[in-house]
């Protein structure tokens, strides 16, 4: 199915961004007068390739790296690859792969460096060929062949009275999906905020609010709003069950995309993902937000400096970013937690990123988010940063509240849970071989000093085994706590580390961000 464009200005704006380099807006060096028959009709080029998707390992869910070597076995249905560790580990002559046994000798050692190269689709009526992506042509939905007619013979029908254009109210974008209050609520902040960052570029400048560009034709829209459940792994259950720490947690999961017409064209710009575990949700996750996924593609026009020196596709982003959390604030969530890290290569939301835009190192990645994080404790929307470490596995001062790992937020795909549960493993075969040796109780004392010198008074089974976990836990996340970034959009209780989204705060105006909740002021009160 082709892309209809909504009349012949836009028609003629796609062909000559195809002449046009995408990353820079530059024309491209010129093509030869001569007709190339094995050349694109609208973009003049010959072979187009493009990034793969990503490849990953069957058995153990990694990804295999481009041009790292794998091995694979074609079924007529399936391509199954297997990453070297997982071949090598394989015992005997089979290999398991989502539950089947395959011999080893069927699967070929192979290199993942396999370019893609870009279909072509035929004009029916002038029959030249065009790339598929150039004429905006997509057939992988359809069983029965699609007819095509190219952009240069719309136009030519149009002038000859053969075609008439579909009305603009005909035409579906992206400003038809369907609106919530989320992207409504993001969309008329996103858009005042931007009528001022013109204004102010206006001053500085010494134009007029017309003279200067802006980003026009931007589209929020809430894509997916799925309920969603994270489970408990077992030995991490296994360890608060006396608790009765839940089995699962019950989330929202959101995706939020941008969108800006350019040449005639919607194109997608920025994304995020997030889990929203609402009011109904246990503790520790009850009113908790989760950002686990944000990318983004370097297209957003104009391609220029915000008002305030930073880019004016970060300013932006930014401002999606704090109508959200500005939005979490007003339904009654208490914070949101971010994982500053760099996705892998391929495991993003846009698998594909232009060439000249690098993955953001950690360090930056970090800052781009606290840059983001400052601007809305400026406007009261975030009341304290801190981190996950700090906040957690710190008691300090006033703070009374036990360092246990039931209380970490329990996220879908966060770094903590997968290697908690690996810990737990490990202490378990810690005591199983414990069992197995002589000097076991001496271990067991060596153990109990070690808790015992950190201050823990209850070294009872699965005290213990908390205790030794929230040790381990802090010592490998300490190394990269600023990573872990968690910010309250309500005031927590210095004491009992509450979060106060209703009733009374009492506040120390001698101390800084000092605040205690009316339980915790009673009790002291009545002692």
Partial sequence: MAHVPASVEDARLIIDSLREDPL????????????????CQLCKQEKLTFEPPPMYCFPCGARIRRNGPYY?????????????????????????????MFPKARFQKKRNDEETEECWVNCERCNC?????????????????????????????????????SPQSAVLGASDLPRTALSDHIEERLFKRLKLERQARAVQSGRSFDEVAGADGLVVRVVSSVDKKVGVKPRFLETFQEDNYPTEFPYKSKAVLLFQKIDGVEVCLFGMYVQEFG????????????????????????????????ALCTFVYHEILIGYLEYCK???????????????????????????????????????CLAMIRKATKEEIVVELTNLYDHFFITTGECKAKVTASRLPYFDGDYWPGVAEDMVNQLHQEEDDQKLQKKGNAKKIIRKRALEAAGHTDLSGNASEDDMLMQKLGETIYPMEEDFIMVHLQYSCSN????????????????????????????????
């Fill in 129 to 165: 060929w065009q790339h598929q992506i150039c004429a905006l042509f997509n057939d992988i939905n359809y069983d029965v062949k699609q007819a095509y007619t190219c952009l240069y013979c719309y136009i030519e029908e149009v002038k000859r009275g053969l075609h008439v254009p």
């Fill in 72 to 100: 694979a076995y074609d079924t007529r249905d399936t391509h199954h690859s297997v990453c070297i560790p997982c071949y090598n580990k394989s015992r005997g002559h089979t290999i398991e792969v989502e539950g089947q």
């Fill in 330 to 368: 007003q339904r009654g969530f208490t914070s949101c937690y971010i994982w500053a890290r760099p996705p892998l290569e391929g495991d993003n939301i846009f698998y594909c990123n232009p060439t000249i835009q690098t993955t953001r190192t950690s360090d930056k990645l970090r800052e781009w």
């Fill in 279 to 310: 009011a109904e949700c246990a503790f520790p996750n009850q009113r908790r937000v989760y950002l686990s996924y944000l990318d983004s593609v370097k297209y957003l026009r104009p391609g220029i400096k915000a008002a305030t020196g930073e």
């Fill in 24 to 39: 820079y807006g530059q024309q491209l060096p010129p093509v030869s007068d001569s007709i190339n028959e094995n050349a």
């Fill in 496 to 527: 009992c580390r509450s979060f106060m989204s209703s009733g009374k705060r009492w506040a120390c105006h001698q101390c800084r961000s000092f605040y205690i909740c009316d339980k915790v002021l009673q009790r002291r009160t009545r002692a």
